[in-house]
Each structure stands twice: as structure tokens, then as C-alpha cells.
């Protein structure tokens, strides 16, 4: 299909051919009506290879879809992004966060190589040691540097249970020391924090392991449980500590049932008991559905009234960050993951020469701040992610001029590639394709 785009005289730009209410961002991408679409359906799990401890796939395998095929063979991935329905190419060509993030890094740093075809149709390989300008260059590009045909990811054995500790905290500068205090330590299989309000918050700690107290396993995947973030709720209304086996799978998916905590302002009873025994095998409804089914005005009072964002913020201005976040939306609950920022080539790492931990932020639903005006108050965000050395994830709104956003980003090996690869006639700067100032 490039080639024959080649042929034709390289007229518009090139973008995949998954349409945009496909995807698991909120935002719909009006250049798909513009551009060429390249259709790529490959979704298939391509070879595990437990001597090399890697698993090769195709860009559209999905989560769900992974952690079902490796599971069995007692295999599971080392960050296993949260949504059932989030895919690969999706994961590296934006980026990918989970609560182990802490030891592996991002979704892209636990990928070893990647496949793809470019503006002149021919199929290159890239990893650390080949072609590793491209390898670098690839995570957040967004699709603007080539066409992801396959991934190799690395894996770890799986287990069979996560136990997990959940510790109310408050006060916000406890919140923050204990949570800094337990991303640091490596035994911590899993780190995640859910925080409920200015001063409170649930700090998880999780181990994987294969044995587990029958009288203490929660089945929190089952449809008819409550959802999580409410079950962690529990903990805080009650002040107490808890302990619990969950199984693997149910674990990294914790979230998906109620689509972290959105479902509650799509379906505000879903949470009821009795809905959940009689109704609860429907939910969560695709967030593809959701989008196909949903009318422009519906979409622009949504854009208005609510948010859906993460921001990376050194774990340093973590305190710092909270209080912003509440100043400026005063969403709640807030989600933090902790992860681990390697310093390597390409548009997102750490300021220093060192890797550095950082934490994802994640604001989730409706602005409960009076003056909330969508743009103005996330321009606000932005410039204070900014001003940390922080990065804000291009699934969501944003709302940079292109000087912050290369402000925000580092572009230069980005587009040194994208001059060498001839990337400028065949694809739009990653800029052009998630900004809001550039899409009219």
C-alpha cells in the first residue's frame, strides 16, 4: 500500500486505516478523513520464545488478548497497561504505564525490537544495537516516522496470585513520603496509589507469588464484585490495613470493569449490588461504543465538563503536583503509578544523565473547580508539567502552541529522523496530529 501511495505520487500524508472511534483515546482524529488510510490488520501473537524469554507480536494484539495467550504457558509481560482493549502499536507509538513500572520502566522499555515499514516502502528491523536511532526514535512518535508492523516485548514468568497490601494515609505530605518511599523499593512487585482527596489517600503494595490463604482471595474480576477503586475505598472509611491474594489476571485488569473510576458518570448506579448480580456481565461498555454511539454535541459538552489526563511528573514534585492538580481541577480520585524513567535517546527522559523516578498522575472525570474552563485551566497544567521537566501523555487534550510542545518533548532526534527518512512529505508531525492549536 506505500509503495503503491509512492506510485500514485506521494500526494497526502499517510495514517493507519483504524478508525479513530477504534481506539481506546478519547480524542477522534479528524485527519483520518484527510490523510491516506493504510489499512494494517495484523493482529495476531506471531511466536513466544521462552529461551530468549521474548514474544513477538503484531501491532493490534490487544492486552487482554496477550495476557490470555502467555498466561497458560506461565508467561506474562513485565508492564501490563491496564484496558483490556489497548493495543501494542497503540502502547508504543503513545505510551503504556502500570503499576510495575516502578522496576521496568514505560511499556517501551520493556520492548527489545520493533519492525516497521517507511515512507519508501521498504521493512526495517530496529533494536538497541540495529538501526537503534529509529529504535529510540519510535515511542510517542505517534505513527509519524513509519508503519509498526511487529514488536518484540520482553517476558517474565508468571504467577499465579499478586498478594496485595492496601495502607490508608493521610495528610498530604505523608501521602507522599510513604508513597515515594515504597516506589523505591524493588521487592514492591507492584506499586499504585489511589487518592481520594486532598489529604487522603490508599497506598497499594503487591507481591507476586504462587501460594495464597484461601479465606483471603479476592476474586475482583468477577462481574458481579464491587469495583475496585470502590473495594480500596474501604479501607480508608474504615482506617484499617488489609491484605488480599488476587489472581494475576483479575490484578492487571483491576480497573477495566469500571474503566477506572469513569463508569460512575456513565452508568451512576452500576456500582449497586443489584445491578451488579443482575447486569453487571455488560460492563464496561467499549470505549469504542461509546465513541461510535456518541453525537458531536454530547462530545463537545464531554470535552467541557470532564477530564481524562496523565501527566508525568518527577517523583520529587509529587507534593507539589497534587496541590496543583486540586487547584486547578480538583478531580478526584487521582491514580499514581510510579515508574522509572531511563535516560535514554529520544523524546522523553529525565533531565539529568541519570535515569530518575518519576510518577504518572492520572485525573479521571469531572472538574469539581468553579472556574473550570477546559482550555485555559489545562493550558495551566501544562505549563507547571512543563516547568518540572514533566511530560503529558498525547492520548488526551492538549493544548500546547507547537514551541511548548517541543519545550515539553526533546524533537531532536525525532527530527533529525524524520529528514533523513524523508518522513515530511508522507507523514504529519507528531505535533500536527494530537494538538489542538493544529487541528482546527
Known amino acids: 500500500q506505500v509503495r503503491e501511495w509512492k ?29 491516506k488510510n493504510i489499512m494494517i490488520n495484523l493482529m495476531d501473537v506471531l511466536e513466544v520464545d521462552s529461551e530468549r524469554q521474548v514474544v513477538r507480536v503484531e501491532p493490534l494484539v490487544t492486552m487482554g488478548q496477550l495476557t490470555a495467550h502467555l498466561n497458560p504457558m506461565g508467561w506474562t509481560i513485565p508492564v501490563v497497561p491496564e484496558l483490556d482493549d489497548l493495543t501494542v502499536g497503540g502502547l508504543i507509538m503513545g505510551t ?81 513520603e510513604k508513597f515515594t518511599e515504597e516506589s523505591k523499593k524493588k521487592e514492591n512487585s507492584f506499586v499504585e496509589g489511589l487518592v481520594y482527596s486532598l489529604e487522603e489517600a490508599v497506598i497499594m503494595t503487591g507481591v507476586l507469588t504462587d501460594e495464597a490463604e484461601q479465606s483471603k482471595i479476592n476474586r475482583i474480576g468477577n462481574y458481579y464484585k464491587p469495583w475496585f477503586f470502590k473495594h480500596v475505598e474501604k479501607y480508608l472509611k474504615a482506617d484499617r490495613t488489609g491484605v488480599e491474594y488476587i489472581p494475576s489476571r483479575h490484578y492487571y485488569h483491576r ?139 498525547l492520548y488526551a487534550d492538549c493544548y500546547m502552541t507547537r514551541e511548548e510542545f517541543w519545550d515539553m518533548f526533546d524533537g531532536s532526534l525525532y527530527h533529525k529522523l524524520r529528514e533523513q527518512m524523508n518522513c515530511k512529505d508522507a507523514f504529519p508531525e507528531v505535533y500536527d496530529k494530537i494538538c489542538k492549536a493544529a487541528r482546527h
Request: glycine residues 8%.
Open 7 to 35: 506510485n500514485e505520487g506521494s500526494k497526502r500524508y499517510m495514517c493507519t486505516g483504524r478508525p479513530g472511534w477504534l481506539t481506546v483515546s478519547l480524542r477522534v482524529g479528524k485527519y483520518k478523513k484527510i490523510h
Open 96 to 176: 503504556g504505564i502500570e503499576s510495575s513500572s516502578h522496576i521496568y520502566g514505560l511499556f517501551q522499555h520493556t520492548c527489545v525490537a520493533y519492525e516497521l515499514v517507511l515512507a519508501d516502502g521498504s521493512l526495517v528491523r530496529c533494536s538497541p544495537t540495529e538501526n537503534s536511532d529509529l529504535f529510540y526514535a519510535v515511542p510517542w512518535s505517534c505513527g509519524t516516522l513509519g508503519f509498526l508492523v511487529a514488536a518484540e516485548i520482553k517476558m517474565i514468568p508468571a504467577k499465579k496470585y499478586v498478594k496485595i497490601h492496601y495502607e490508608p494515609v493521610r495528610g498530604l505530605q505523608k501521602i507522599c
Open 255 to 393: 480497573h477495566t470493569r469500571s474503566i477506572f473510576w469513569e463508569l460512575q458518570d456513565i452508568i451512576p448506579f452500576g456500582n449497586n449490588p443489584i445491578f451488579r448480580y443482575l447486569f453487571g456481565w455488560m460492563v464496561p461498555p467499549k470505549i469504542s461504543l461509546l465513541k461510535l454511539t456518541q453525537g458531536e454535541a454530547i462530545r463537545k459538552l464531554y470535552e467541557q465538563h470532564h477530564v481524562v489526563q496523565d501527566m508525568l511528573v518527577p517523583m520529587k514534585s509529587l507534593e507539589k503536583s497534587i496541590q496543583t492538580f486540586h487547584a486547578d481541577l480538583n478531580v478526584y480520585p487521582l491514580w499514581l503509578c510510579p515508574f522509572i524513567l531511563p535516560n535514554n535517546p529520544g523524546m522523553v527522559h529525565p533531565k539529568g544523565d541519570e535515569a530518575e523516578l518519576y510518577v504518572d498522575i492520572g485525573a479521571y472525570g469531572e472538574p469539581k473547580r468553579k472556574q473550570f474552563e477546559a482550555r485555559a485551566s489545562m493550558r495551566q497544567m501544562e505549563k507547571f508539567v512543563r516547568s518540572v521537566h514533566g511530560f503529558q501523555m
